[in-house]
């Protein structure tokens, strides 16, 4: 039994679809609903119109969680149970729609009406209220009618396509397009692609600068081969070259790596460590950590911390990492580096599997080598994650900024970006 009180009816049993596994029917009130099960509701929706194209209505949605292999915490799996039915719902013609307005003033009216004048002007009322109701209805039929769909909406559909946002993030934007704008706004095209870029703009949340305690322990996490390293070297190499340009002490920095899995990792930090001179410390266990932190906490700005990178699907070793890096009194900024170029379903399970570590916001790392940037956007709106910082290249003297809406904005491919307005609506980024 759902929550909201269906129960299978007794003639039409739980039945599985042959054509797409986890997919199940049963009825109420004599209507069939259908329930569609898998790894997300993007995935669901994209079977559902692979099956129906427009012709179904999703009437809820509910998560599923299944353990994995190892049980608890690292092993569970979330899934999304999908409620629906196919065909549209029933609109009203526009004699019924009469009808039921005429009754709904007669009745607030009451039954004591019987002056010709009161008449007169309730049937003044009904007639403005037929013209209405029957341009509402021809607005409706124009903006609805999946078969005869708007250029400009389908223009928008394949321009966001192009730019590889989610299936989920496109219909939430035709679906606004549809609701908010009239049908003379939705026919400018110009103004319907100002529109969806503010929306792309509200969807993209920036990490604020917090202030934090010294000494200041930075953390970055992230699975093999999305340039954590050369992350930590950039920010290393930053906080000295700032300090240097605003005529300030510079900075006490020292580097940690944990990462004794990948051959050269510790090679390859110290010689960070070495041209920017700063002293580099390894650790294998949890208690390396601590005692290395200790001894230096009260002598040191700044600690970054390197850590191995692990397949998401890699829970055992992901929660070794968390316990090694549990250190009394640490305080930790930790950051998710994931790549630009990540498929949206690699960078949901990546988002989902390194909640774990509890980091704070996403690194989004390698962003030259990229034109789409759909993905990223999409999936951190979907998952509620903040961006905070962005590289691009392997020079450590620079190629790292703070993440800002205007630049996920203008890398928007064959988008019309008026920077004048962008800059103007998101300030925040000046």
């Known amino acids: 039994m759902y929550n909201d009180g269906l129960v299978l009816s007794a003639e039409k049993k739980q039945r599985l679809s042959p054509s797409y596994p986890g997919i199940a029917s049963y009825s109420k009130n004599g209507d069939e609903i259908q329930t569609i099960v898998d790894k997300t509701e993007e995935d669901c929706k994209k079977k559902l119109y692979d099956m129906y194209q427009h012709n179904y209505q999703i009437l809820g949605k509910k998560q599923i969680l299944k353990p994995g292999i190892l049980g608890g915490l690292f092993g569970q799996k979330e899934y999304v149970e999908v409620r629906y039915t196919v065909g549209q719902p029933k609109q009203l ?7 039921k ?3 709904e003033i007669l009745s ?27 341009t509402t209805m021809k607005n409706i039929a124009a903006r609805t009618n999946a078969g005869d769909k708007p250029l400009s909406i389908q223009k928008i559909e394949d321009l966001l396509q192009e730019n590889e946002f989610t299936f989920a993030y496109i219909n939430k934007i035709t679906t606004r397009l549809r609701s908010e704008l009239s049908v003379e706004e939705i026919d400018n095209f110009d103004f319907v692609q100002q529109k969806v870029v503010d929306w792309i703009g509200e969807s993209i949340s920036i990490a604020p600068k917090l202030p934090h305690k010294l000494p200041h322990v930075v953390i970055v996490v992230g699975p093999t ?4 390293t050369t992350t930590i070297a950039k920010f290393a190499v930053n906080l000295i070259k700032e300090a240097h340009e605003k005529n300030e002490p510079r900075p006490r920095v020292r580097m940690l790596t944990t990462d004794h899995t990948r051959v050269g990792a510790v090679e390859q930090i110290k010689r960070y460590g070495d041209v920017m001179e700063i002293e580099v410390d390894k650790a294998e266990t949890a208690d390396d950590v601590n005692k290395i932190f200790t001894t230096y906490k009260d002598s040191i700005d700044v600690l970054f911390i390197d850590t191995p990178g692990y397949s998401p699907k890699d829970f055992e070793n992901l929660g070794k990492m968390r316990k090694m890096l549990e250190v009394q009194g640490i305080h930790p900024d930790v950051y998710l580096a994931a790549t630009a170029s990540s ?10 599997n390194y909640e774990v570590f509890n980091f704070s916001s996403v690194i989004i790392t390698k962003w030259d080598e990229t034109s789409a ?4 956007i999409s999936v951190l709106s979907e998952k509620g994650k903040s961006v905070s910082y962005i590289t691009d290249g392997q020079t450590v003297t620079k190629n790292i900024e703070r993440a800002s809406v205007v630049r996920f904005l203008i890398n928007l491919h064959d988008f019309n970006i008026d920077r004048k307005h962008i800059d103007e609506k998101f300030p925040e980024d000046k």
Request: proline share 0%.
């Open 93 to 99: 013609s526009s004699q019924e729609a009469f009808q």
């Open 101 to 103: 307005s005429r009754d």
């Open 108 to 134: 607030k009216a009451g039954s004591s009406v019987t002056n010709t004048i009161q008449i007169a002007n309730i049937d003044k009322k009904i007639e403005e209220m037929q013209k209405t109701i029957e």
């Open 225 to 228: 081969g999305v340039g954590k």
């Open 343 to 352: 498929k949206a379903r690699d960078l949901i399970s990546i988002i989902q």
């Open 373 to 376: 940037i759909g993905n990223v």
